[in-house]
């Protein structure tokens, strides 16, 4: 058996063979190219591992009731050493029993010496890019999401043999990253004794008259987080110079424009903090200015299809309805200036220069409409429709008392990352982390403030680590070794037919198929899923008085050591391919 090779999939290959002996020892005419052969896990455990409703999905093509056409393949099934029983059950599905024997040599074949992720095929080299949260300001609750999404996607994808870099997208250029340098300005002002007015309506005045009269624009910013900005630029003594020379000459746009940048690497150095206290690096923060500086977003018109684009009321249109979009997009305006799509085009054609072959991003909730522009400039350039994927991360909701947390960023009273980091303390990363991921990304999530700041087993990601600490718990009271590798003699098949050992056995085979399910679906979630059904398996185990190793000798012990040390590495790896750590103490790990 090849350790590649998925459970799941031997067993849909027993099954695959199976039809095909009953198609040829009964002369039947059906092809069985025609027929639709699946598996999956048994909806009740108590049928079995693995279930098949072929029996039910051609029934027409065999023109036959489901339990004839099951009772007519179990006698190819019955007897092959994979399975301990086979079966038939209502409505039409065939159910397999995988023999102890098998998953035993299925395991360990799989965890030693060495954990062994199964491969796709065909590697790809992909770049995922994820948060990109704009620096006008702090990241907020959807940027986590998507940093803990992004992260974990990562590492999945890596255990299909893809190489992957991380990417955050810097979008330091343009009217918002101006108008954050204004606000920044006004404060400095205002903290040199002016009084700041605020613009509630617009009123046709420009900018710079806004700036004069010391008015905050309507669109500007309004978060404390400006102030500190502007406390931070007035305390660096090289900066007063600059102040003086602003105001002396009432060079607005050179101030405004000088702090915008500083301000965006204000707020992108700040970024960076919490994603590192998050447990998320980036191979590279590419700049959106440097797209535009090299010449690149100008460039976009002599890479796309001539056919289309197309000048419409003095505006270059990318003509994105010949690729699904409701209607064509203006890459250029009137003025020749480029438009948010022309540089998104530019930064994604740059990502395939680079030699990706797959490019994947994140976005947050309010990008759907994007997806089919984006995706159509992508197959004018020349790519593939699976080379370019856009994943949704839908919007968090807050929740603490039962009642949702109110947000609003323009006016600075939402929270941040950092204010979720602050709350949820010293287990924030982990926390946080499995919180963010235990849903699918393309549903809004409720994060539950009071469940998530509950150190007990209530809480999901302590229910996981307290599993694993208790096993190694049981180690070092035994005085076992936990690097132990070599179980050829040490494991009788006997002693592992109880219900809750034999259960437990089945949840660990599991692992790798469910790695494997949640890295080709880029749903993480399936692996959080799984990890709470070891572990209440593993509970039930635990809990049973049959099962306590210290009370245990000879092979028998061996055996319960073996099984608690394959969930322990399942544990771990699965906490690990999220970011979550696996403490090996904890204080409630006797318990």
């Known amino acids: 058996m090849k350790q590649k090779e998925l459970l799941k999939q031997i067993v849909l290959t027993e099954l695959t063979q199976a039809i095909g002996s009953f198609l040829n020892k009964d002369q039947n005419h059906i092809n069985l190219t025609d027929l639709k052969i699946r598996i999956e896990y048994s909806r009740d455990e108590k049928f079995g591992d693995y279930s098949t409703p072929f029996a039910l999905e051609n029934k027409n093509s065999f023109n036959k009731n489901p339990k004839e056409i099951a009772e007519s ?4 099934l019955e007897g092959k050493p994979i399975f301990s029983s086979v079966s038939f059950s209502p409505p039409g599905f065939i159910n397999f029993r995988i023999s102890l024997d098998f998953l035993l040599k299925y395991i360990t074949n799989s965890f030693f010496p060495n954990l062994v992720y199964a491969n796709i095929d065909d590697p790809k080299k992909i770049i995922l890019e994820f948060v990109s949260a704009n620096p006008t300001g702090p990241m907020n609750i959807v940027s986590a999401r998507s940093a803990a999404l992004g992260d974990a996607l990562t590492n999945l994808q890596q255990t299909l043999g893809n190489a992957v870099e991380r990417e955050f997208y810097v979008n330091d250029y343009g009217n918002q990253v101006y108008l954050l340098g204004v606000a920044v300005f006004l404060r400095i002002k205002e903290l040199l004794g002016e009084t700041l007015l605020f613009q509630e309506e617009e009123d046709g005045r420009s900018i710079n008259e806004l700036i004069e009269t010391n008015v905050l624009p309507k669109e500007s910013y309004r978060g404390e987080y400006i102030k500190n900005i502007a406390k931070e630029f007035i305390g660096l003594e090289s900066n007063k110079l600059k102040i003086e020379d602003w105001m002396k000459n009432k060079d607005w746009d ?9 301000s965006v690497e204000y707020n992108l150095s700040r970024q960076k903090e919490d994603l590192n206290l998050f447990g998320v690096n980036f191979n590279r923060f590419f700049s959106e200015r440097s797209l535009h500086e090299s010449g690149d977003v100008e460039n976009i018109s002599n890479l796309l ?3 289309d684009i197309k000048l419409i009321e003095n505006k270059l249109h990318f003509l994105s309805t010949n690729y699904g979009d409701d209607k064509d997009r203006v890459i250029k305006r009137e003025d020749g200036r480029p438009t948010y799509l022309m540089a998104d085009i530019a930064y994604h054609i740059n990502k395939f220069n680079r030699g990706f072959d797959t490019v994947i991003d994140i976005w947050g909730p309010d990008h759907y409409g994007y997806i089919a522009r984006l995706k159509g400039a992508m197959l004018s350039f020349g790519k593939r429709e699976e080379d370019f994927k856009v994943i ?8 603490e008392n039962k009642e949702k947390v109110k947000m609003s960023k323009r006016l600075g009273i939402f929270q941040t990352m950092r204010d979720l980091m602050s709350y949820l303390g010293k287990n924030a990363k982990d926390v946080g982390r499995y919180f ?15 469940l998530a700041k509950d150190e007990s087993d209530k809480n999901p990601v302590f229910y996981l680590q307290y599993a694993h600490a208790r096993i190694c718990s049981i180690y070092r009271e035994l005085d076992e070794d936990l690097s132990q590798t070599d179980w050829d003699t040490k494991i009788g098949l006997e002693f592992l037919k109880d219900e809750e050992r034999s259960r437990l056995l089945f949840w660990v085979s599991r692992f790798q198929e469910e790695v494997f399910d949640a890295a080709t679906s880029f749903e993480p979630h399936r692996l959080t899923n799984y990890l709470q059904s070891l572990s209440k398996s593993f509970t039930r185990f635990y809990s049973h008085k049959n099962n306590r190793i210290k009370e245990k000798v000879g092979l028998e012990k061996d055996t319960l050591l073996y099984l608690i040390l394959v969930t322990k590495i399942a544990l ?5 391919l999220l970011g979550i750590s696996s403490p090996e103490r904890m204080s409630k790990e006797e318990s």
């Open 73 to 76: 393949i179990l006698p190819y």
């Open 254 to 262: 050179g101030a405004c424009d000088f702090l915008s940048r500083f």
């Open 305 to 307: 299809k001539p056919e």
């Open 392 to 399: 949704i991360a839908q919007q968090v909701n807050l929740i």
């Open 436 to 450: 963010f991921l235990m849903r699918s990304s393309d549903a809004p999530l409720d994060f539950d403030l009071d």
């Open 572 to 576: 771990a790896n699965g906490l690990s």
